[in-house]
């Protein structure tokens, strides 16, 4: 009887130190209040999966028609978008300096120089050698823009942070969770359960409405899916796990050739030393 008392208390203990840790997890966690991560089984997942080059694309008008406006891309030159593997490489043009898509996309850019004739300051159009510009001329422009915080640098962002894919996916679509009493945001924050602490100071950036805006594959005769929230945000982490991560579908290709050449290896070595004690009979 004392026994099982004894066991009995031992079991609503560990239900409570279970509940209580799980709470403490929820509430410390950058995920919290109930709101439950999606987790999307991308492209590039597993061990031959790439980047899909229309999504990549489709991601890289994402990201130039409503990211670019606070978001810079630092570490991204425009002949990188033409590159092997890149969002619009096309292999009649192995040098991107000569690919037509990304001098277009080039040119779109504002980009400023020195004159060579007397040193002042000029813009020009980008060319693809040019690094994408920043949006802003410093930090604290940036800051003046935005409130107080300074929009971070795309181009990484998915390596940046963990499971980056997911969580930049997530981001984007969390807005709309409801708001617990507990987070108290102040102007210029909105809401975001992804976000550590619940708060962010970068307002939902894609809407049902913004689906309206131009949104259509660079490749010929295909037809880009229908711009929803949910393919807006896929699309343009597609664009990003690619700017974060280039080289993936070479590192991969390269990783299977050397398991081919390591199995043909095992097994001529194995021949041989058959060949070898073939002779060799073994002891009775
Ligand atoms: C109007 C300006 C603006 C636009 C447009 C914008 N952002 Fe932001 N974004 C911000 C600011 C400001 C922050 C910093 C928020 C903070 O620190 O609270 C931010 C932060 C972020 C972060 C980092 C969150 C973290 O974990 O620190 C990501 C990721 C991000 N934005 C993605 C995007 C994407 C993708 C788009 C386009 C679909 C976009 N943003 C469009 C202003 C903007």
Known sequence: MALKTVRNLMIAGGVA??????????????????????????????????????????????????????????????????????????????????????????????????????????????IPADMFPPVYRNTAEAAYVNNGAIPPDLSVMVKARNNGA?????????????????????????????????????????????????YQSETEGQNPPEATVEQMAADVVEFLAWSADPKLAERKSAGMMSMVYLLILALLLWLSYKRIWARLKPKT
């Open 166 to 214: 997911d969580y930049v996916y997530n981001l984007m679509l969390a807005y709309d969770h409801p708001q617990p009493d507990s987070v108290v945001t102040s102007s210029g924050q909105y809401y975001n359960p992804v976000m550590e602490g619940g708060k962010i100071a970068m307002g939902p950036q894609l809407q049902p409405q913004v689906g309206v805006f131009e």
């Open 17 to 126: 130190v279970a509940s209580l840790t799980g709470i403490a997890i929820a509430s410390g966690g950058s995920v919290a209040d109930g709101y439950e991560m999606v987790h999307k089984h991308w492209h590039w997942s597993g061990v031959t999966g790439t980047y899909d080059q229309e999504a990549m694309q489709r991601g890289y008008n994402v990201y130039a028609q409503v990211c670019r406006s606070c978001h810079n891309l630092d570490h991204l030159a425009f002949r990188h978008l033409g590159d092997k593997g890149g969002p619009f490489y096309d292999e009649r043009y192995e040098n991107p300096n000569d690919n037509p898509l990304v001098k277009n996309i080039a040119a779109e850019y504002e980009v400023i120089d020195v004159n060579p004739e007397d040193g002042s300051e000029i813009s020009r159009p980008g």
